[in-house]
């Protein structure tokens, strides 16, 4: 037995095609209704159209990534209730068309987010970046957020500024719309290029959570989960959210699921075991103070869904995507403990041991610079990582 091996397609546009996936060796397909808005309802009919499409391939669609929560439950707005019902609808015509495993995020605004989304590493491939002072100098002095100065060291913002002074109008352009709309809008299509005026819009989603701290966030997010998880149970769906990539605050937002301290306090504000985490190696791995080994020993009953890659962090806090196996976390120790939880799964009975993994994101290598992939998901790089983890996973199940 070993981990199921997934892949985060984009739906029929995708570039990369079920037919690709199959010759790669995926055996489940982790993929969302990428044309229905935010806040509507997944119809049984436009799931069964992926889902049988995915089927005929010989694969199953092992998770729903993902099923949005709107900014509209996050900031438990006037349209609250409908949306709850509308999440709860779709949770129920998941469960009825035999899709188990829903991924989301409760990340206020942004999804994830880098300042550079073409890194040169020293072998010519390309990766994701997040520099500190590029992005300090994108929230101060490019957004413009009121009171975002407050928020960072005097020392900081120097370097912001240095930084914003050297860069030319088509660069600053190109870092807006890299941070608001390319990464975002594939993602979960809040922002799209239609948008005349990205940052107005973006500054209006931000002003939103104006009277919203940590502990508020923390509120709204155990109405949530007390809303939809007995929902989940009934259809039988496991939800598992995904931590806030970075895993710290930005743009003065609050961020709730960063650290272990964060992932016990999920688990103890609802305590279903339909209620679990994505384990997310990458975004945990950009807090210097996370023990990624530790958060796997002491989740691994809730881990429903895991996201495999690894990120090497700077001197000033900056990071970037190193990779699948190389980097600064120990990848062995993570999915030794991870073989050894569904080994125990097993033993014990559990009917969820499958414990979908993906290659998170990957480095840009060889033909996929011939390509037009979404941010972080090149063909080859990914291949390559999911080769790599692969063979690890086969080298430590005859170790265990």
Not at 165 to 188: A, H, P
Not at 214 to 239: C, Y
Request: charged content about 25%; some cysteine; overall charge negative.
């Amino acid at each position: 037995m070993a981990l199921e091996k997934t892949w985060r397609w984009f739906g029929f546009n995708d570039t990369i095609s079920l037919d690709h996936l199959v010759q790669m060796g995926v055996q489940g397909v982790v993929t969302a209704l990428h044309h229905i808005p935010n806040g509507e309802v997944w119809e049984v009919d436009e799931i069964l159209k992926v889902k049988n499409a995915i089927e005929a391939k010989g694969m199953r669609w092992s998770v729903v990534e993902s099923l949005p929560v709107s900014e509209g439950i996050k900031i438990s707005s006037k349209d609250r209730s409908r949306l709850i019902n509308n999440y709860q609808k779709s949770l129920k015509n998941l469960g009825k068309c035999g899709i188990d495993t829903v991924c989301y995020n409760f990340m206020p605004v942004l999804d994830w987010s880098r300042t550079n989304l073409n890194y040169k590493l020293k072998n010519g491939g390309e990766a994701m970046y997040f520099d500190f002072p590029t992005f300090v100098a994108f929230d101060v002095f490019m957004l413009k957020r009121p009171n975002a100065k407050t928020d960072y060291p005097q020392d900081l913002i120097i370097k912001a500024k240095e930084v914003y002074d050297s860069m030319s109008k088509e660069e600053s352009e190109r870092l807006v719309y890299n941070i608001i709309v390319l990464t975002q809008g594939f993602v979960n299509g809040v922002i799209d290029g239609s948008v005349s005026d990205p940052k107005a819009l973006f500054l209006s989603f931000i002003e939103k959570y104006k009277n919203i701290d940590k502990e508020q966030l923390r509120i709204n997010f155990k109405a949530f989960l007390d809303d939809v998880i007995p929902t989940a149970e009934d259809s039988g769906v496991r939800m598992c959210v995904h931590p806030d990539d970075p895993p710290f605050p930005v743009l003065g937002l609050p961020r709730i699921v960063g650290n272990l301290e964060d992932f016990e306090w999920l688990m103890q504000a609802n305590t279903s075991t339909n209620n679990g985490i994505t384990y997310c190696a990458g975004s945990l791995s950009a807090r210097r103070d996370n023990n990624l080994v530790e958060i796997a020993e002491k989740c691994a009953s809730r881990i429903h869904f895991i996201h495999l890659r690894n990120t090497q962090i700077l001197e000033d806090g900056s990071f970037y995507e190193s990779g699948h196996l190389e980097g600064g976390r120990d990848m062995v120790a993570i999915m030794t403990v991870l073989l050894k939880e569904q080994k125990r799964r097993i033993m014990d009975g559990r009917l969820d041991f499958r414990m979908p993994m993906r290659p998170d994101h990957g480095i840009k290598i060889l033909s996929d610079y011939e390509n037009q992939y979404n941010p972080g998901y090149p063909l080859i790089g990914r291949l390559k990582g999911l080769a790599e983890l692969d063979g690890l996973m086969a080298g430590l199940e005859r170790y265990i």
